[in-house]
């Protein structure tokens, strides 16, 4: 009997209705930047230093320059900017004193500089910035530097409750129930974020934000992903992560245009209460629709489908009968994942690489943000180079296999971030190109690392195991913001060290899974453990009843 994906091949696997729906989606994955990364603009620390009542006045006095006045007012400054006792501490004395010398004004004050008190910025700081973000906002510097680390934990703490929530309303009330509640929830939580006055309540809005956002991408791929034939279904997955690329830059653009993190807020969150029209331009997956015993409305889907990419239905089509060829149905347990093996290595490095792929993905993104001669431009670049990533991945997943590519992305990342951190600042331009290539290896490796997950499971427990690998992406991206910004403090480049470190390891972790080029998916963890000897499982296919054309005539 001949299956959906047989239909599909009839009525086309990637044609008209396919395409359309395709990019409609595709706007949705590049609208998820903004939450995933937004953290680079919005959270953007500017140079500062605190704010000493008087100095203004006694600069315009002697007519110094701005780098006179730093010099002679600003603890510890030097020529390369400022130092944790530049941004955070400020000389306790009285500027406004008369009589304090243009040459010496320290010296005139407290006769001795090295005895000088230094105190907190007790009247808030001076921000070397033409926009806002924030940081100035909140003055989120110095002992309260840590609250960006939270602002950014909180969205992925977020991400690691809403996937497992939103992943069981998606399967329980179907791909498009899912995708438009979620937009809706988070369109309120972006817009709410604007207007929202303490920083406390735009925690939660964060939190809540990303609660539903990933949960809404992850439905948008798994819709996607069910519309088209089998031939396409991988090509399809890795150009809808491409599209996050392109949302990239499309962030980079808007961020430049509006400084001010407010504006910059709304801007990139109106334009996804347009995505509420997916009521009526996208459909319900006819997969899920089958799976929940909805074969009339899946049946219809499919015709509409048909009549959409301009092909004629077959005839005869009587019902849609979802059978199970397996002589009995598993029961998936969390303990299968570890009871033998092959489950336990596959699995333990399976969540070893989503945890680093996310450390390395988001860092890279942050480090940057703080390391930036020009914060546009440098976002830019290493946006740039999720492209030919990707393009690689078409390429040799087919030809060469999953593990050595899936390797050597991790180790040319770690080596990357090492090499960077090993070139002087002075050779910034040098330093860029070393970070992009870091870029192009973890954005390879966390796409390999999306699917080849799928190939390493048995039927019955491979959403459980995905699940649970990729949980670990969001433990990462929980922890990475304190890697990031408590690091650099220590030294600019130290969480680069760290990065290598993570990276490496993961390369050479991936070297002892098996190669699954070629294979077909594991249905039995029998199927994992001799993944060598792979027998030809017994499919689980959904059938379409034909009703045959010898039906007497009247």
């Known amino acids: 009997m001949p299956t959906l994906d047989d239909i599909l091949e009839n009525v086309g696997e990637f044609d008209r209705f396919q395409k359309q729906t395709f990019f409609v989606l595709c706007l949705l994955s590049a609208a998820f930047t903004p939450v995933y990364v937004g953290v680079v603009f919005f959270g953007f620390i500017p ?19 701005l780098e006179e006045q730093l010099n002679l007012t600003v603890p510890e400054w030097s020529s390369h900017g400022g130092s944790f006792g530049s941004r955070c501490r400020r000389y306790e004395v009285d500027w406004n004193k008369t009589g304090v010398s243009c040459t010496d004004p320290i010296g005139s004050l407290v006769g001795n500089q090295s005895t000088v008190p230094l105190g907190p910025c007790q ?26 680390d939270l602002f950014q934990s909180s969205v992925n703490a977020g991400f690691f409750i809403g996937s497992i929530n939103i992943g069981y309303i998606a399967d329980r009330f179907g791909r498009k129930v899912c995708l438009l509640y979620t937009i809706l929830a988070n369109v309120v939580c972006g817009i709410l974020l604007v207007f929202v006055p303490t920083y406390l309540w735009i925690v ?17 791929y798994i819709l996607v992903t069910e519309v088209v034939g089998p031939k396409y279904r991988r090509t399809v997955g890795i150009l809808y992560q491409m599209a996050f690329s392109i949302g990239l830059l499309v962030f980079d653009a808007i961020a430049y245009a509006i400084p001010h993190w407010r504006w910059l807020q709304l801007t990139v969150t109106l334009p996804s209460c347009f995505f509420l029209l997916y009521y009526w331009c996208l459909p319900e997956s006819p997969r899920w629709l089958i799976s929940q015993g909805k074969n009339d409305k899946a049946m219809k889907i499919v015709n509409d489908i048909a009549k959409r990419n301009r092909k004629k239905m077959p005839s005869h089509f009587e019902d849609i009968k979802f059978e199970e060829e397996d002589g009995g149905k598993q029961s998936p347990s969390l303990i299968d994942l ?17 945890f680093t792929s996310s450390v390395l993905y988001q860092g890279l993104i942050m480090h940057m943000g703080v390391a930036a001669e020009n914060m546009y431009l440098d976002f830019l670049y290493s946006a740039l180079v999720e492209f030919p990533a990707a393009f690689i991945i078409i390429v040799t997943i087919d030809r060469v296999g999953r593990r050595y590519p899936w390797a050597a992305a991790n180790l040319v990342a770690g080596a990357a971030c090492l090499v960077t951190a090993m070139i002087p600042e002075d050779i910034h331009w040098l330093k860029v190109i ?34 649970v690998c990729s949980s670990l992406c969001d433990v990462g991206g929980v922890i990475v913001p304190f890697i990031v910004y408590r690091l650099v403090e220590i030294w600019h480049d130290l969480p680069l ?24 998916l594991p249905e039995t963890v029998e199927d994992v453990e001799n993944f060598h000897r792979q027998r030809d499982p017994k499919a689980k296919k959904i059938y379409l009843r034909v009703q045959t054309s010898a039906v007497a005539h009247d």
């Open 338 to 354: 570890v009871r033998t093996p092959q489950m336990r290595k596959n699995t333990l490095i399976l969540m070893y690489n989503w």
């Open 47 to 65: 140079e500062h230093r605190c704010f000493s009542p008087g100095v203004a006045e006694l600069s315009q006095r002697c007519g110094w320059s």
């Open 497 to 520: 060290i760290v990065f290598t470190v993570l990276g490496l390891f993961a390369g050479g972790l991936v070297l002892l899974l098996p190669e699954t080029k070629g294979r077909v």
């Open 434 to 467: 070393a970070a992009c290539i870091g870029r192009l290896g973890i954005t390879m490796a966390f796409e390999m690392v999306c699917f080849v997950n799928t190939e390493l499971y048995p039927t019955y427990i491979r959403n459980l195991g995905v699940m």
């Open 204 to 220: 939660i809005l964060r939190f809540l934000q990303g609660l539903v956002s990933k949960g809404c991408w992850t439905a948008g």
């Open 123 to 148: 009247d808030g700081w001076v921000y070397d910035s033409p926009g806002t973000s924030l940081v100035t906002e909140f003055n989120l510097v110095c002992e309260d530097s840590w609250k960006l």
